[in-house]
């Protein structure tokens, strides 16, 4: 039993289960949203309504956090729970995704990635070392271990160096973490799992994973651009090369229609920007699919923006309102909308958990994928 | 007694006082200050957050909405209070001050304003008539009459002239919102003293006013650039040309050194953008001056904004964090900010309101300002 993490599973339906994820800063229910929390801020929200919403725990980026305000000023305030004013469970990111996609001049070795932020051209290297130290000056309670990440077009062999350099980046990710002290007593760490498109990379990448040894497991390079197609391809059996009895995370996922698709295929937990940067597009969540507010149809809409929906937003507002802040660009716009998203990924979470509880998870996503259409207006996961 | 607006004022000291306006949708606790709502939002905050400052009253901006989304959308929606999820008292000015300030290619004539719309260049003329109407549609509890301004540093018979106009404008205001029907029963309409900083001018629009009868009386045509001395020069004398047992209501100001001495002089109302466009731009009011949390000295600040101030962002994060959110140009930064600041506004008001309850205003005034460093961040009053 490890006592850093306790994943109670409650229920079981086919691949699905629903259960409680126990961390030393509260509890998890299982399948999990967490929230985007960038730069100490889930955008637009304040904690509490993150948390009325339904959210046991958000999800910090280590890339963003290193650059502004800084690893070493977050602990000397005291860690990112009080500075941002977020006391429950917190998982961080190890940086690795973030740096190949948003840092300018990167440069890949055995050691790590050297880059220069695209704040202010300062240059730095993250390691697995430095990587796992950053999460645990920012007091992480979900610490990721360091990978690397190719594209999923990229050669065979080319992916497979990836998976197993990121196979050795996650032995020392684990070294560093368990050399954290106090903080490795108090807070958990996930290995995440590599190998593309490869049931066999998977496969092998699972297996050096587990045995390393962690508290939970990701499977990553997904919502890459590969598809929803491909990416269940995948989801049909990579979380059945992970531990049963360890929480499974699938990262940057996804839409909504994603995560009801991942659910039954057996993933736990989920993180994604989609509500949060949607809300400050003017798109909002419904149970037919997404609308865009900027849309002129909107403009005497009378109607809540989900009138399935009991959030504060829906329970106060009319579309012609959000119509109106969103074409004036009002900040009250993007704080109503982003609200009313998290609110409807929570929901979708908790409607989900109950009806894997029912054991009647598939019926269930069959209706929900009946009257859902994704619509062209959602962007990409990432 | 009027029944549209019941004024009780419960205690005098020197000129100034304290008491509650009653209005069909609520109460109003003076020397108040009105959160401005310009485009139907007071700029991000929601309407609880607002309430719970202690805002008893805030201000819609007729020129905005009549604009964007028009006043009889408003009204084919229900009016401005359901719209923007606000229940108690607004204030509506009459769009004179805007169309002039903001509007292109303005024509004055007897009639009115023609001018082009700042969003969409389309052309509209604005009246008393029309401004009284607009202000209907809204749905508005205090109405303004439609005044025309004119600099103070404008010639003697232009600024007489202005004055003059006003007045045959005040009469029409007053005709068009008697003729109002219901609405005229629910609501009130003030008149606006102009003259600009001459006496004698403010003596005859106070007289022509108090001939025409309106529910309360605003001073206007200050904090326009005239400078702190010369609006208190005209506060010295103004107030005491209108009606003792009508509200007096100084527009657009103000800063909070000029809302201290305004009350010292006899005014009950206020209303200022400086609060929430302050908040959007890093400056946060302070019982010491305002700072600005952009300022690097703040990096690592664990203090509250205000040590001294007891309102929800103060008890939960530390300059420090502020100073972060701002930096990276985050909307919780705008948020955070702009409700400590209708905070501090607010718990002004009710302090000014507890030293004239004991007698004590000048008292206070003086500490106030032994305290309080105007600093040279602190934009104009508009």
Not at 330 to 342: D, R, S, Y
Request: glycine share 10%; net charge neutral.
């Amino acid at each position: 039993m490890n006592q850093r993490l306790a994943f109670t599973i409650h229920a079981v339906d086919g691949a699905a289960r629903t259960g409680v994820i126990q961390l030393s800063r509260g509890e998890v229910r299982t399948p999990a949203f967490m929230p985007v929390g960038t730069a100490a801020t889930v955008k637009a929200m304040k904690p509490a309504d993150v948390r009325a919403a339904g959210a046991d725990i958000i999800l910090g980026n280590t890339y963003h956090l290193m650059l502004r305000p800084g690893a070493e000023r977050v602990a000397r305030l005291g860690g990112l729970h009080g500075f941002m004013g977020w006391d429950r469970p917190i998982l961080t990111d190890s940086g690795g995704y973030q740096v190949m996609s948003l840092a300018d001049l990167t440069k890949r070795s055995e050691e790590g990635v050297s880059f220069k932020s695209h704040l202010d051209g300062t240059r730095h290297l993250l390691t697995p070392e430095r990587s796992t130290e950053i999460q645990r000056l920012l007091g992480s309670d979900i610490v990721m271990a360091f990978d690397e990440l190719v594209p999923a077009t990229a050669d065979r062999d080319v992916r497979a160096a990836a998976m197993e350099r990121s196979m050795r980046w996650a032995r020392r990710s684990r070294a560093a973490f368990e050399a954290g002290g106090d903080h490795a007593s108090r807070s958990a760490q996930f290995g995440i799992q590599q190998g593309a498109l490869d049931p066999d990379l998977r496969l092998a990448s699972a297996q050096a994973l587990i045995e390393i040894g962690f508290e939970g497991y990701a499977v990553g390079g997904l919502a890459v651009g590969e598809g929803q197609e491909a990416m269940f391809g995948v989801l049909d059996y990579a979380p059945g090369q992970l531990p049963t009895d360890r929480p499974r995370y699938l990262m940057g996922v996804g839409k909504p229609d994603d995560i009801v698709g991942a659910v039954e295929r057996g993933i736990d937990m989920f993180d994604c920007v989609l509500p949060t940067r949607s809300g400050r597009t003017g798109q909002a969540f419904t149970r037919d699919g997404p609308i865009n507010l900027r849309n002129a149809r909107f403009a005497e809409d009378r109607a809540p923006l989900d009138p399935s929906c009991g959030c504060p937003v829906c329970a106060t507002w009319e579309r012609a309102y959000l119509h109106h802040l969103v074409r004036a660009g009002e900040i009250l716009g993007a704080m109503l909308m982003t609200e009313h998203n998290i609110c409807f990924y929570q929901q979708l979470m908790a409607d989900l958990r109950a009806a894997i509880g029912r054991g009647e998870i598939y019926a269930w996503a069959a209706q929900f994928r009946a009257r859902y259409h994704p619509g062209r207006r959602a962007t990409d996961a990432h």
